[in-house]
């Protein structure tokens, strides 16, 4: 909390977190000790087996101001032009938006339908908090990053899309990425199947991992290189080789061949 609120002091135009109402946001993170807004978020069936139908995507709304005894409900509309549909692709498992006495946070949870529309492209769900009797949205937006990678993070819209397409993440991408060629050099071409033995052996993040500017460590491209390396041989010599999306073995980069 000091950390955030010295952040806060910094911007150009000081935020009275503390006059008037509460303000309320979508909870970012600290990274490289500095905070950033988290404004944004994505979620993919197509890295999963075919028998799961629901998944469940959380976003923390967290509050300034102190803890309060009573219950205090907040406002979150959705924007009419979000294309993820409430009631086909998804549900809020709660529906109340407000935060519990003694609580400074509230997790919002989307209970994600696997619907035949996520087959067909990205849909985005567009959410926005909205000031009310107790809180207030005064903190707007924060630039992040210097140079290329400067940006703006918001702390009260939050984009969120979804897909049921098991497409080539960002960082394995040779015509988004310009590390790309190094990752396929280790681990070889892509496939759904493949991205998916890697979350399962590594316990990674899909979230993290297909997100947008997502860029994986040269240790990380190694460990995981040379992981399947070893996996797919021993496999091999047991006489249960690990097939890929064609039927024929699959394989690691050149670099490891």
Not at 14 to 43: C, H, M, T, W
Not at 127 to 141: P, V
Not at 210 to 231: D, M, P
Request: charged share 20%.
């Amino acid at each position: 909390m000091i950390t955030i609120l010295f952040l806060f002091s910094c911007k150009q135009e000081p935020l009275e977190v503390y006059s008037g109402n509460p303000a309320i946001y979508f909870q970012g993170a600290i990274r490289n000790n500095i905070y950033e807004p988290k404004d944004n978020g994505n979620f993919s069936f197509g890295y999963m087996d075919p028998a799961e139908k629901n998944a469940v995507y959380s976003i923390i709304v967290a509050s300034m101001g102190g803890i309060q005894s009573t219950d205090r409900p907040y406002k979150l509309s959705i924007d009419p032009s979000s294309d993820l549909k409430e009631g086909r692709d998804f549900e809020f498992l709660d529906r109340s938006f407000n935060i519990k006495a003694g609580q400074m946070n509230d997790t919002l949870f989307l209970m994600l339908n696997r619907t035949v529309e996520l087959k067909e492209k990205n849909l985005t769900l567009f959410l926005q908090l909205e000031s009310n009797a107790h809180f207030k949205t005064a903190m707007n937006s924060q630039l992040i990053g210097t140079g290329a990678n400067e940006q703006i993070k918001y702390f009260t819209t939050f984009t969120f899309w979804a897909n049921d397409i098991a497409g080539t993440p960002w960082f394995w991408d040779a015509t988004q990425s310009t590390t790309a060629s190094i990752v396929n050099g280790y681990l070889g071409k892509f496939s759904g199947k493949k991205l998916k033995l890697l979350i399962d052996r590594y316990g990674l993040d899909l979230d993290e991992i297909t997100a947008i500017g997502y860029q994986a460590s040269a240790s990380a491209i190694l460990a995981w290189g040379y992981g399947l390396k070893s996996y797919f041989e021993e496999m091999q010599a047991a006489g249960t080789p690990v097939l890929d999306e064609d039927g024929l073995p699959m394989t690691v980069g050149v670099y490891l061949q």
